[in-house]
């Protein structure tokens, strides 16, 4: 079974819908991400969280917001989808101390029309 | 936000051949990184690099952490096609909340 879980692994949706992106690791580690893939673009951070009480913004968090339901559970959500946030997003996980080795699920591919 | 440039963008190589590629930035990193991500997979760490002028290899990989701190190449020798995904390159400074920060990726593809 994979480590880093992403659900759902693809969506398409309509502009101005509310969509929730859900990762899950068994990996055991306190460290979660969140990174959204633009072509040419690489990754960027969309939010990251330390620990369940611990939640930051990244360079790109305007139009999206995250819950830390567990130490195992990071969601991702646009609260009002738009077009330019189709995209190719992806949810990582790493150890304090070794944010070096980021482990990232499968990714979700949303395109919202 | 700060983007890593990397170059080539692609590139299409014959197998058997080295690849070459690299990424800089405009700021120094303490710690560089190499990651591949194959088609509909998320990015996989290659190699991990820690101090100026290093040159890691892991197999065919080989890669070095340039003496300005602010540029990092990878070597990839006698390719072969599972070697066909995207590079990224991704710099570290320990202490700001251990962002990484990638670079924009240089796609290989390798024709037979």
């Known amino acids: 079974d994979a480590d880093v879980t992403q659900t759902p692994r693809n969506r398409i949706t309509k502009t101005g819908k509310r969509i929730m992106l859900e990762c899950s690791q068994t990996?055991?580690?306190?460290?979660m991400y969140w990174y959204r893939q633009d072509p040419g673009l690489g990754l960027r951070l969309i939010y990251y969280?330390?620990?369940?009480?611990?939640?930051n913004k990244g360079e790109i968090s305007d139009g999206y917001s995250v819950s830390r339901q567990a130490q195992a559970k990071f969601s991702l959500s646009l609260e009002s989808a738009i077009p330019n946030q189709t995209a190719l997003y992806f949810c990582?996980?790493?150890?304090?101390?070794?944010?070096?080795?980021?482990?990232f699920g499968p990714g979700t591919r949303l395109t919202v029309l | 936000g700060q983007q890593l440039n990397q170059s080539p963008q692609s590139m299409f190589i014959q197998e058997g051949e080295d690849v070459s590629m690299n990424c800089t930035s405009s700021?120094?990193?303490?710690?560089w990184l190499w990651y591949k991500q194959d088609p509909g997979e998320g990015p996989v760490l290659l190699i991990a690099?820690?101090?100026?002028?290093e040159l890691t290899s892991n197999g065919r990989l080989t890669a070095q952490f340039g003496i300005t701190r602010k540029d990092s190449f990878l070597n990839i020798s006698a390719s072969i096609p599972s070697d066909v995904g995207i590079y990224f390159c991704?710099?570290?400074?320990?202490?700001?909340?251990?962002?990484?920060?990638f670079g924009t990726g240089t796609r290989l593809q390798v024709t037979l």
């Open positions: 991704a710099g570290l400074n320990t202490g700001t909340a251990s962002k990484l920060t």
């Open positions: 690099l820690y101090k100026a002028g």
């Open positions: 990582a996980t790493a150890v304090a101390g070794s944010t070096d080795t980021q482990y």
């Open positions: 700021s120094i990193f303490n710690t």
């Open positions: 990996k055991g580690h306190d460290r």
């Open positions: 969280s330390f620990d369940v009480k611990d939640i």
